[in-house]
């Protein structure tokens, strides 16, 4: 079973493979394929639960799919991410809706948008046993300031990724997500941090990769140009529907092998 002590001793030796699920059949078929990390990521917003951007969703939600999906994964270590403003806005409340996602929905760790607001709620933390994962970058949850573009790509936005990749490992998180950053940073970073970093559109030096499950399996409407279809499950889905339309509308589902006959209900009346 993986752990953060183990997935940190991975840095610059093995890569780390990190995919989001937000249901327990998906995490179960993650989990089996030998991948390190689920991430039960605030992208459920869009990928799952039909809404327009990540902003929507709910701490209630993030815990309910969150202990599906530790339901059903015995191995890959399970990251909870925190929703917005579940956090960084009052200590307490920040610390009780971590501390939920452990406590209740069984997650492994919890994944924070980081920013200067995030480096001491981070070292509280881990002072209270909850591992914390950073995300530097592209962070969508402020989708409203900083729109979806690639971030770090001028000097003065590079240096402050990397100052705040260096104080959130000081603070004591166990790894950090770099997402749509130029991957010249991304390699400056991960040479700068002792804890491994994990790309999304950050090129091929990080220590580890993600990508939402989604874009993986084609199950999305477009693919982000930083990620890659390694299947076409929509179109297979959209087979399986259709023949199923067909066979019952030509009557030939369900046939006999599907249906039971019970011999003392002939003739009720």
Known sequence: MATVRSLRAKTGDEPITMLTAYDAPTARIVDEAGIDIILVGD??????????????VTVEEMHSRTAAVARATDDALVVADMPFLSFGVDEAASI??????????????????SGPHTVELTERLVQLGIPVMAHLGLTPQRVKELGLSRQGTDRDDAREIMDLAKAHAE???????????????ARQVTEAID???????????CDGQVLVINDVVGMGDSVPPFAAQFGDVK????????SYRD????GDFPAEEHSHVEDDLDELY
Do not use: Q
């Open 43 to 56: 992208s459920m917003g869009n990928a799952s639960l039909g809404y327009d951007s990540t902003l929507p």
């Open 96 to 113: 009780e809706n971590c501390g939920r996602m452990l406590k209740e929905a069984d997650a492994d760790a919890v994944k924070l948008e």
């Open 171 to 185: 603070a004591g998180a166990f790894s950090l997500v770099l997402e749509h950053v130029p991957a010249n940073l």
């Open 195 to 205: 804890i491994p970093t994990i790309g999304i559109g950050a090129g091929p030096d």
């Open 235 to 242: 179109s297979e889905m959209e087979s399986a529907v259709d």
């Open 247 to 250: 066979a019952v509308e030509a």
